[in-house]
């Protein structure tokens, strides 16, 4: 892809967390954009510091729903760009203020405002990721056009849409079928159900460490605690394959949208799953991401709750060992957050972060194709990044950069870029990017460890749930 053209207009960029202070060098870096064409927008002022680094200008201010319009309007104009990096800002307020003045946007996950995670006047699946997204994709069919917005283009949910396509492509030549990259949704769909595709887990094992460790009441991560803590008490999400059976106990289905996904009862941090990465077998947290609805939205051959084919997906995490320290002491306190909180970053003494997408049920058993960065090359390539953040401050920048090439493609999921061009920048920023084949899978020792059997017609019943 070439570098786009000059841009000429203004950068807003809202929240400067470890995601907003590692992107700013990358945008710098890849775009011809001066520092003064971009104002930061942050509820404090603590690293106000870096910015002035980069002779940014950072203004303190907290958006609300009451404020958000009269603050940020007279900011923009066409052509302008709105990156929103924040969190407890609702994606869908920023989204509909983009297109009133034709502004370009993107976001890494979809947020509502602060509160709504938890109000007791909705219903668990009115609150969840996938009633987000359906308000969202509602809001698309509603709009002719418009300013190009990138939604949920992080590392997960984002990047890892782009590593199933490949990963795809990767597995047909292996098993001796290989093809051009298919053209639209369905081509992609019919070409993981060809390849026999049951499941897909975001794959993610983090083992950063800082000298110093997690004291009691104190939640320690590599990423926004906030963020972290307000995803892992959500309840677990889930895209629901067409060779399910039935729901978990506590499974529940939505009453409206797409069906491609369902939701339990509980916190997705009190859902362990059984997953792999390169570094070996491990236990990860069922913590809901939207990746895990619109990939297996985006893989569905045929609609409703009965399809002709989609596969099971979902998010398979296992943070760093304070993070999961600190997720104990969490579900201890009754998911009532701790006191205090430290974002691990310059303190990071060690470890890496290896993401990716962990194919599952075809003739080679199991491929997992992903990041394996560590922090020394982290920092190596990019100031004021972990690996966790790289992962996600890259994936950023690529989406900045092909939708100012792109400016009027409406609203867009990650699943509908084109992967080549946003892995092409993304690619440096990697680490090792690797495709290696397991004998792994969910369903060894199901026999000795459970009372009931396999189904022997089909085992692959979302397996993974009967190990909580």
């Known amino acids: ?19 907003g202070q590692g992107v700013l060098p990358l945008l710098l870096r890849h775009i011809d954009l001066q520092p003064a064409q971009v104002l930061i927008i942050s509820p404090d002022d603590a690293d106000r510091p870096i910015a002035e680094q980069y002779g940014v200008e950072l203004r303190t201010l907290r958006l609300s729903e009451d404020n958000y319009q009269a ?88 990047l890892v849409s782009h590593l199933v396509k490949q990963a795809l492509l990767h597995l047909a030549s292996d098993l001796g079928q290989p093809q051009a990259a298919p053209l639209d949704r369905l081509g992609w769909a019919s070409m993981a159900q060809r390849l026999g595709v049951r499941c897909i887990h975001i794959a993610e094992r983090d083992s950063q460490y800082a ?3 997690k004291v009691d009441d104190e939640f320690v991560n590599t990423w926004s605690v906030d963020g972290f803590i307000s995803e892992a008490c959500q309840p677990a999400e ?30 997705g ?26 990939i297996a939205d985006y893989l569905t051959v045929g609609r409703g709750e009965h399809p002709e084919y989609r596969p099971t997906v979902h998010y ?14 969490l579900a201890a306190r009754n998911w009532q957050p701790q006191s205090r909180q430290r974002l ?54 690529a989406g900045v950069i092909w939708a100012m090439a792109n400016p009027d493609r409406g609203i867009l999921e990650p699943d509908q870029l084109p992967h080549e061009e946003i892995l092409g920048l993304c690619r440096p ?15 060894q020792d199901r026999e000795r460890l459970f009372d009931e059997a396999l189904d022997r017609d089909d085992p692959w019943q979302f397996v993974n749930f009967r190990v909580d």
Not at 284 to 293: K, M, N, P, R
Not at 351 to 374: C, F, I, M, N, P
Not at 429 to 442: A, I
Request: aromatic share 8%.
């Open 71 to 158: 603050e940020l309007a007279p900011l923009l104009g066409p052509g302008d760009f709105l990156l929103n990096l924040s969190v407890q800002v609702e994606s869908a307020a920023l989204i509909a203020l983009r297109q009133e003045h034709n502004a370009l946007y993107l976001d890494t996950c979809t947020e509502p405002w602060a509160g709504a995670y938890t109000d007791s006047q909705q219903s668990a699946s009115e609150r969840s990721n996938y009633a987000l997204r359906e308000r969202l994709l509602a809001r698309r069919r509603g709009e002719a056009g418009g300013s190009t917005a990138l939604i949920t283009h992080g590392a997960n949910p984002g």
């Open 344 to 397: 691990l970053d310059e303190d990071i003494a060690g470890g890496r972060d290896e993401l990716g997408v962990l194919l599952l049920g075809h003739a080679r058993t199991a491929y997992w194709y992903g990041s394996r960065l560590s922090i020394d090359e982290a920092r190596a390539l990019c100031p004021h990044n972990s690996a966790t953040s790289l992962q996600v401050t890259a994936t950023v920048m």
């Open 211 to 213: 000298a110093q460790r």
């Open 1 to 19: 892809m070439n570098a786009p053209s000059p841009f000429d207009g203004r950068l807003l960029l809202i929240g400067f967390g470890c995601i």
């Open 316 to 329: 398979a995490y296992q943070p760093c060992d304070d993070a999961l320290l600190s997720l104990h002491e």
């Open 429 to 443: 920023y990697l680490g090792e990017l690797v495709g290696l084949y397991s004998d792994w899978t969910p369903l």
């Open 238 to 267: 889930l895209g629901w394959g067409s060779h399910e059976k039935s729901l978990p106990v506590d499974g529940r289905r939505h009453a409206f949208g797409c069906q491609a996904a369902v939701y339990l009862q509980r916190p």
């Open 269 to 294: 941090a009190a859902t362990r799953v059984r997953t792999w990465t390169p570094s070996g077998p491990t236990q990860g947290f069922l913590v809901t991401h939207s990746e895990a609805i619109s």
